[in-house]
């Protein structure tokens, strides 16, 4: 019986690390979404959770196995309590008491994996300084479901950094479970644009382009096309031997940047063009310098691309849609499209609760239907003060000092903090229960072990000298 419970076990585990896994989790998602059943997705999300307890499955497809918990928000409503409810928390019940067996069972292991892990300590300060931040909070409700979805953050990290191993195997899968993922949720949202696209036509409706899935908005949408598409460019240049991979990563580009071309919102395109461009450069530098790989080779993967690119580009312009996105855009101007008044409220707020600040979430208290003041310095002296800010400044350092190395998966992962630095100006990505596990769960399997170059040059140094 046990040897048969092992080969069972092998075989999950086995499982679990395929693409298969993945596409079920994203067909499960989309199946819960055109079907409007909420309770496919909930208790898919609860049998999953379950089984990779129960099996000893690590959770390096935590990005679509969220996802398939967070493309339910729109669909149909079940009620509280019912049957389905009562099925799921027994599962999550179980599953709790699982993970407590298998932390004890491993502790030494996972200890290991957790020792002297800096950005985990950032992470877990982040919410000390959200607890805290409580004592103010005008709206305990509010602050409640913000501290509820920080924890969905802060597993993101923490149960892929003790369960994954940091191999460049689990690093690729991660990269690939993020791309296709963000491809599920193109076709939602491609769905909702050919739906508005089509009673335009048909009813004599304005083209609306921003769009809304439930449980993310146009701008949060825009930074997981644009999170994938840096990480297509990093998942083309590391699979040479594989055309179909490849092609694959340009596809996904081309469907990244269609999509974005409508939906993205200003700070989404600046983002989107600023990180894009240093992603090319990193990408020609890696295989001019490092790799010494023929670069014209590629071209054979790209043209197709830059011609069906342009083809959308004058189908747009033909019909008029170009010039109405431009005219979106440029209507922006430089000002701060009243982010100017969530700002001052910011203010206000910290000026009252300095240290502590008003609250997580409170946004919403003073402005309905806003969950953040838009900018990431001022979203933390707002909700959690001086104090709040300290320990996200904390999270950025030990982020990007991790980045410095000298490993085309580092770099990458530097440009994707960059990317969130730049957003995080114009609208709060971060500490997004939709957006952060995505980079969290990216460096929770990063390089630890690397030399950066100064060492590199330093070591050098010393070799010549000895020479």
């Known amino acids: 019986m046990k040897e048969k419970w092992e080969c069972v076990k092998k075989k999950m585990q086995y499982f679990t690390k395929t693409i298969y896994f993945i596409l079920l989790l994203n067909g499960l998602t989309i199946l819960s979404y055109f079907l409007n059943m909420s309770a496919i997705g909930y208790l898919s999300f609860s049998i999953v959770v379950l089984l990779l307890f129960l099996f000893d499955c690590d959770f390096r497809a935590f990005i679509p196995l969220m996802f398939l918990w967070f493309g339910c928000f729109q669909t149909q409503s079940w009620q509280v309590p019912s049957i389905e409810f009562i099925i799921m928390i027994i599962f999550y019940s179980i599953a709790l008491i699982l993970f407590i067996y298998r932390f004890i069972r491993n502790h030494k292991l996972y200890i290991s994996r957790i020792k002297k892990d800096y950005i985990l300590l950032s992470i877990i300060l982040i919410f000390i300084s959200m607890l805290l931040s409580l004592i103010n909070s005008p709206d305990l409700g509010l602050s409640g479901l913000g501290l509820s979805h920080y924890f969905m953050i802060f597993c993101s990290y923490f149960l892929v950094r003790i369960t994954v191993d940091n191999k460049e195997e689990a690093r690729d899968y991660i990269v690939k479970s993020i791309i296709i993922t963000a491809l599920m949720i193109s076709i939602q949202a491609g769905y909702m644009i050919l739906k508005r696209f089509i009673e335009s036509i048909e009813y004599g409706n304005e083209f609306r382009v921003a769009i809304s899935l439930g449980w993310i908005n146009s701008n949060q949408y825009a930074a997981i096309?644009?999170?994938?598409?840096?990480?297509?460019?990093?998942?083309?240049?590391?699979?040479?031997?594989?055309?179909?991979?490849?092609?694959?990563?340009?596809?996904?580009?081309?469907?990244?940047?269609?999509?974005?071309?409508?939906?993205?919102?200003?700070?989404?395109?600046?983002?989107?063009?600023?990180?894009?461009?240093?992603?090319?450069?990193?990408?020609?530098?890696?295989?001019?310098?490092?790799?010494?790989?023929?670069?014209?080779?590629?071209?054979?993967?790209?043209?197709?691309?830059?011609?069906?690119?342009?083809?959308?580009?004058?189908?747009?312009?033909?019909?008029?849609?170009?010039?109405?996105?431009?005219?979106?855009?440029?209507?922006?101007?430089?000002?701060?499209?009243?982010?100017?008044?969530?700002?001052?409220?910011?203010?206000?707020?910290?000026k009252i609760h300095p240290i502590l600040g008003d609250g997580v979430y409170t946004t919403n208290y003073y402005f309905p239907k806003l969950w953040n003041y838009h900018n990431y310095i001022f979203q933390m002296l707002g909700t959690c003060g001086s104090l709040g800010l300290i320990f996200f400044m904390f999270y950025l350092y030990t982020s990007i000092r991790r980045s410095m190395h000298f490993k085309f998966y580092s770099v990458f992962n530097l440009i994707i903090i960059l990317y969130f630095l730049i957003h995080g100006f114009f609208d709060t990505i971060y500490f997004h229960h939709a957006i952060m596990p995505i980079i969290l769960v990216l460096q929770a399997v990063e390089h630890e072990n690397n030399i950066n170059l100064f060492e590199i040059q330093y070591s050098n140094i010393l070799i010549r000298r000895e020479a």
Request: glycine fraction near 6%; hydrophobic fraction near 50%.
């Open 225 to 350: 096309l644009n999170i994938a598409s840096i990480l297509s460019i990093y998942y083309f240049s590391t699979h040479r031997e594989s055309i179909l991979k490849r092609i694959f990563s340009m596809v996904s580009i081309l469907v990244f940047f269609s999509i974005n071309l409508v939906v993205a919102s200003r700070g989404g395109w600046t983002s989107y063009v600023t990180t894009m461009v240093i992603g090319i450069i990193v990408y020609f530098v890696y295989n001019l310098k490092v790799k010494k790989q023929n670069i014209l080779k590629d071209f054979l993967y790209i043209a197709p691309l830059i011609l069906f690119g342009a083809g959308i580009m004058i189908y747009l312009g033909i019909n008029g849609y170009l010039s109405d996105i431009v005219s979106r855009m440029t209507s922006y101007g430089f000002s701060w499209n009243a982010r100017d008044v969530l700002f001052e409220k910011a203010i206000e707020r910290f």
